[in-house]
């Protein structure tokens, strides 16, 4: 019953995250706390946004600005690896209040980013993901911050969705890499990433065709929601 809750949360979520760009992670970490604990949930939801990440690449592979991906990528791999080792040592409930408060705070901080008509270049991509990339390692998902980065950029629809996750996939290998190397990815965690994983990919298949009609106010509406729904989630389970 365990995998069936996952796949069908996961399917919703990897559709919504393959039309706003992140939210799959968010959706699901609260799912995959309850069925496996949060110190099993990271690693599980670390392999399976690696599938996500890379369903979405296929999905808009001709959209790719590989020189963001680049520069973004060069400081956020090693960063994701530090931030993961971080991770590790931190006990289990401290796990779920970081992450819950971090989502909660995502929503106010996503608003003030979105009232700065704020430019990004290709500096502004290195610099950010050595920080997004540090607490990509720490917290389940950034996406709140990489999408407005991304967009200050100048990328949008599916170019916007293509660089981001071809951008986050080396940040979630090397976070994936690094559980493994510390022994907190087994086989039967991997098992369970890839089952958690496989919905994903099926959900941003799904999204493709929906992305050009979504709304930019519905996209605001959904991610809040989804942010506060998940942050209380994980803090009402770290108590």
């Known amino acids: 019953m365990a995998f069936l809750f996952v796949l069908a949360v996961g399917l ?30 990271v690693p599980i939801m670390a392999v399976a946004s690696v599938m996500a990440n890379f369903s979405r690449i296929l999905a808009w592979w001709r959209e790719v600005d590989w020189r963001a991906c680049a520069a973004y990528s060069v400081t956020g791999i090693p960063a994701a690896a530090l931030g993961a080792r971080t991770l590790l040592a931190l006990p289990s409930h401290a796990v779920d209040i970081a992450i819950g408060l ?14 700065h008509d704020l430019k990004a270049n290709l500096w502004h991509l290195a610099i950010g993901g050595a920080v997004i990339g540090y607490l990509t390692g720490i917290v389940v998902s950034t996406g709140p911050l990489s999408v407005p980065l991304f967009l200050f950029y100048g990328l949008s629809k599916g170019a916007f969705l293509a660089t981001e996750a071809a951008s986050s996939l080396g940040l979630y290998l090397s976070k994936s890499v690094t559980f493994e190397r510390f022994g907190a990815l087994t086989a039967d965690v991997a098992l369970k990433g890839l089952i958690a994983g496989s919905s ?25 929601g989804i942010m506060l729904a998940a942050g209380m989630t994980m803090l009402l389970n770290a108590f």
């Open 12 to 41: 919703i979520a990897g559709t919504i995250s393959g039309i706003v760009g992140t939210g799959s992670s968010i959706m699901l970490m609260p799912v995959l706390v309850y069925a496996y604990g949060p110190k099993e949930a």
């Open 102 to 115: 971090f989502l909660i705070a995502m929503v106010p901080v996503r608003h003030w980013l979105a009232r």
């Open 200 to 224: 994903l990919m099926v959900g941003a298949f799904v999204a493709k065709r929906f992305v050009l009609h979504l709304k930019p106010e519905v996209f605001r509406l959904l991610m809040d």
